[in-house]
């Protein structure tokens, strides 16, 4: 059976291989004086060049020249130019190998250096196995390797003993990581490890395959049964201070293991790491029941009151022609009392003569119902789902341990009464009991003189649901859950991110430079104003109005776009991906999640990512492929297919494109845009996603994507179709892992916010939304509004610079725990819009925010072109959403993945498919433009960057999937469609 690898050969040369390029070789080997007058003492041209050659590898890279295996026609030409010597003379010098030798002793001698023999292995594996300690990353195991070396001044062996180590020591580090998992485990607690992947007769499977099986649909029955899988993994009694004793990098790997390894394949692995492996997952799954049980509860306690809430306005809506007739009623009856008053009548008499008391008095219990009915408090209807609560609530409190700041919080105590009165089987709530909710609720609760208990039960819950959201009240071992505090950066570790960021290390300091800025940008905005200086913008009747801006694409760019995608050539999907992959070796990002390695089966790999973008799944892709079964499919997408992969494959092929020379010319990659795009559910009921009037009445998920300058896709994640946009939108621009440097994005109105205003300016982005409402949003000021008298009609109220002051610290932390990437940027902002009333800290990022969001729309106000550049961003997005229906189209569309990790895969498949197309597109899109200026046609570069490569009718993209006959396409470019380019012209 062949060994792992850690890295290729391939991978090998680029780590540790000698550089080609002239700025690499000039920049590391340059002889210095000293080594020309050292060279001088060889005798003969061919002499001085070997030995000039081998003064410069063993110095700079500390390998030998015999241990070489790569050419050096590159380095020997750069070394003979220095010492002007013909650099043909080195074959002759490469032949005498004794002379080659003797030079190497003579040079090493001279450095201080030693070969490197047998008995540096331990040495060498030790060295690659403190670095897979904390890394898996090949790439950081061999530079560690390499930098032992010569820190020894030992010579480096030849690169395939440098990776064999690597490998080796790897495997020690993940030898090293599994006895930490299993130390201290009693002789019980292993036989339990044992018996989990074996097959229960009284089950139909295994305990693990049990354990790991989460229901997805709200239902009570299923937080029943999640809790009975958290009861049965607490009952191994697994440390809880586990994930300690090793790095997170190390332990998540044995988790993914074991998420992703059906019980028949751990039964294969040697007891040692199966035991160390089954450990790792039972320490994952009391989090992910954890926060099963929670997000469960949540949804259906929230539920309870989305129900109430619309059975409200249901029936509201159903007594509609009934207000009218009541509300005319009392018109008459009004017009009857001024009657009666005007012509000093007796009013009663009056009223029942034009109006009739006895039709005033059938009325009243209606009027008496529907004002009822316009106060009623969400909490009445709620409760009528008490029944359904009631069945998870008694087992859901006794088993987590709710924890807030403060010991005597009043809502832990009302906790801790709800289940006190569950053990002791009471259903009557004491008078003295905590009131840790809303006031209207208060007065509801006990409105009869003593507590409801079906409304009490109710309105605990659902201020619990409310704190554990904003991390008010947190569970401890759960994920999702935690307290606020808990996933932000240790405070000693926040200087150096404030610094690097070049953040004051004062509120005073940032408010006194922004201060002064804003204050000149209002009064010259003021004064463009007042002299009709603003393109397109005036104000009338107290009210900014802007004119649209119209389209700035040129008829002759159109033109040119049609007939360069007239010459792209013709291409099937399957064809597409193989030459994509052969031009950026993305399939290369899918490795192994035991080994590490690539996979080899290339067909299997672009099916299965194929299936997912595409929508199609596994079982349909092997029906319509060709060569290819389900099981390869089955088989390949379980060891290969991750996120992480997803991710560094994306990265590779929008990097790519990054590089072609046609990029630039639709933008440097420095600025992005982002949106949602709605996919509609496959599923009914409960797990079939959230609705969104917006898009009719089908639930369905939002991927939410971003777009660069140039077109790439550049990231994606699943949202809630009826979630807010803008919490997400700093998780695209911070943890991308491509090598764009974005500094300016744009959005819609769906992604605005002022956290995100003030987050984007503190983290080093520009933030350009496309606001819907523009007009009725305010300025703000730091100085009092009547500094600006001319624009008091914009201006909002003034800036609490004093809550800014207070809660500064707080804001820095928080920004350099996104920078970090310590937490995402979706959950901190979406705990602070969970708060029941408004976070200090909340509060300090609204007031950061309008100032930020002040600065934007003065530069909105007075620069056309910005308004032009986000148009045009946005439209980006656009171009993209269309390739991604066209690709998504089976199952008419509709996502039928019950769980979140599976849509996701579909989101990031998609996601792929298109980044590769647009690298494809653009690629040929360069030989046609080549086509055409070589034909002597002027192609301005002004008219090219209104071109797109997100065109697809030259691909096809459904049918039966040929991927060996794709595989199998001769490598080189295609030639371009020049015949349909006639007919076009």
């Not at 693990?208 to 009570?220: D, E, G, I, T």
């Not at 579909?906 to 433009?929: C, E, H, K, P, Q």
């Amino acid at each position: 059976m062949p060994r792992h690898r850690l890295l290729a050969d391939d991978d090998l040369r680029r780590l540790l291989g000698v550089p080609a390029d002239r700025d690499s070789l000039a920049r590391h080997f340059t002889l210095i004086p000293s080594d020309h007058d050292f060279v001088l003492t060889r005798r003969g041209a061919a002499n001085r060049l070997g030995f000039a050659v081998q003064l410069a590898l063993l110095r700079q890279s500390g390998r030998a020249l015999a241990q070489v295996g790569e050419p050096l026609d590159a380095l020997v030409a750069w070394i003979a130019a220095q010492i002007d010597v013909p650099a043909h003379l080195f074959a002759d010098y490469a032949r005498r190998h004794q002379t080659m030798t003797d030079h190497a002793r003579q040079l090493a001698s001279m450095l201080g250096l030693r070969p490197s023999t047998d008995a540096d292995l331990p040495f060498m594996i030790e060295a690659a196995a403190q670095a897979a300690w904390t890394t898996n990353k090949p790439e950081l195991i061999i530079t560690a390797i390499v930098s032992a070396l010569r820190s020894e001044k030992l010579i480096l062996p030849a690169l395939a003993v440098i990776e064999r180590t690597g490998a080796a020591g790897r495997a020690r580090a993940r030898k090293r990581a599994a006895d930490a998992l299993v130390a201290g485990l009693t002789a019980e607690q292993l036989a339990r490890l044992d018996r989990l992947p074996v097959v229960d007769p009284e089950r139909g499977g295994t305990p693990l395959a049990w354990l790991k099986a989460m229901p997805s649909a709200p239902k009570a029955g299923h937080v029943r049964d999640l809790l009975d899988k958290l009861q049965a993994v607490r009952a191994f009694g697994i440390a809880p201070d586990l994930g300690s004793r090793l790095p997170e990098i190390r332990f998540r790997q044995f988790i993914r293991e074991g998420q992703a390894s059906p019980a028949y394949l751990l039964g294969r692995y040697t007891t040692h790491r199966r035991r160390a492996t089954l450990v790792a997952v039972l320490f994952d799954l009391e989090a992910r029941l954890t926060d099963a049980v929670l997000d469960m509860a949540d949804r259906l306690i929230g539920g309870a009151f989305t129900r109430a809430k619309h059975a409200k306005e249901k029936t509201y809506t159903a007594t509609s022609r009934d207000v009218g007739r009541l509300m005319r009623l009392f018109h008459d009856t009004i017009e009857a009392l001024t009657v009666a008053q005007d012509s000093d009548r007796d009013a009663f008499v009056v009223v029942d003569e034009t109006v009739g008391w006895a039709r005033l008095l059938r009325a009243r219990p209606e009027v008496a119902g529907l004002a009822d009915l316009a106060e009623e408090n969400p909490l009445i209807r709620a409760s009528d789902r008490y029944i359904t609560i009631r069945k998870f609530v008694p087992a859901l409190l006794e088993a987590l341990t709710f924890k807030a700041a403060k010991d005597n919080d009043p809502l832990l105590a009302a906790v801790a009464l709800l289940r006190d009165l569950n053990q002791s089987g009471k259903r009557e709530v004491p008078s003295d009991a905590p009131l840790p909710f809303r006031k209207d609720w208060r007065r509801l609760v006990v409105e009869s003189g003593k507590p409801n208990r079906r409304l009490y039960e109710m309105a605990v819950l659902a201020t619990l649901r409310n704190k554990l959201r904003s991390g008010d009240v947190w569970v401890e071992r759960s994920s999702s859950y935690r307290r606020f505090d808990s996933y932000l950066l240790p405070t000693p570790a926040v200087p150096p991110v404030v610094s690097e960021l070049g953040l004051p290390d004062t509120a005073d300091a940032w408010l006194a430079a922004r201060g002064q800025e804003l204050d000149e940008r209002l009064k010259h905005f003021t004064q463009c104003l007042r002299c009709n200086q603003l393109d397109g913008v005036e104000l009338r009747d107290e009210r900014l109005h802007i004119t649209p801006l119209k389209a700035a694409t040129p008829t002759e760019a159109t033109v040119l776009a049609a007939r360069l995608d007239a010459l792209l050539p013709r291409a099937r999907i399957t064809e597409l991906l193989h030459e994509v992959n052969r031009a950026t070796g993305f399939a290369a990002a899918f490795t192994n999640l035991r080994t590490g390695d690539p996979c080899a089966n290339e067909n299997a790999l672009l099916a299965a990512i194929l299936a997912d973008g595409s929508n199609l799944g596994l079982a349909r892709m092997a029906d319509a492929s060709q060569g290819i079964t389900r099981d390869q499919l089955v088989w390949t997408a379980d060891a290969y297919i991750r996120p992480e992969t997803y991710q560094a494959a994306l990265a590779r092929i929008i990097d790519a494109q990054h590089r072609l020379p046609i990029a630039a010319l639709w933008g440097g990659g420095t600025t992005s845009s982002s949106d949602g795009q709605f996919f509609r559910s496959g599923k009914r009921g409960n797990v079939a996603g959230e609705v969104n009037a917006c898009y009719g009445v089908d639930p369905g998920f939002s991927f939410y994507s971003h777009v660069s300058d140039q077109h790439g896709p550049y990231h994606i994640q699943v949202i809630s179709a009826a979630t807010h946009e803008a919490p997400y939108v700093l998780d695209g621009l911070l943890h991308h892992g491509t090598s764009l440097k974005i500094d300016t994005h744009y959005v819609d109105t769906g992604g605005v916010s002022h956290h995100v205003f003030i987050l984007c300016a503190l983290l080093g982005f520009r933030f350009c939304p496309r606001l819907r409402d523009f007009p009725d949003r305010k300025l703000a000021s730091i100085a009092p509004p009547g500094s600006y008298k001319e624009l008091l009609p914009l201006l909002g109220r003034r800036i609490k610079v004093d809550v800014i002051r207070e809660h500064w610290d707080e804001v820095v932390r928080l920004v350099a725990s996104l920078k970090t990437g310590a937490v995402a940027p979706s959950t901190m902002l979406k705990k602070l819009a969970a708060y029941e009333r408004q976070n200090q800290l909340d509060l300090a990022l609204q007031e950061l925010g309008r100032i930020e969001r002040t600065f934007f729309m003065l530069d909105w106000l007075e620069s056309p072109e910005l308004r032009r550049r986000c148009h045009a961003g946005l439209n980006k997005g656009e171009q993209r959403h269309a390739l991604a229906q066209t690709i998504c189209t089976f199952r008419q569309g509709r996502i039928a993945d019950r769980g979140i990790e599976s849509q996701e895969y579909r989101a990031s498949g998609l996601n792929l498919l298109i980044a590769a197309i647009v690298y494809w597109n653009s690629t040929y899109m360069t030989d046609a433009i080549a086509h055409l200026r070589a034909k002597g046609e002027v192609v301005p570069d002004e008219l090219l960057a209104h071109t797109s490569p997100v065109g697809w009718e030259h691909i096809g993209l459904s049918g039966d999937f040929l991927w060996e006959r794709a595989a199998s396409t001769p490598v080189g470019r295609r030639p371009l469609n020049l015949e349909r380019q006639r007919r076009i012209a």
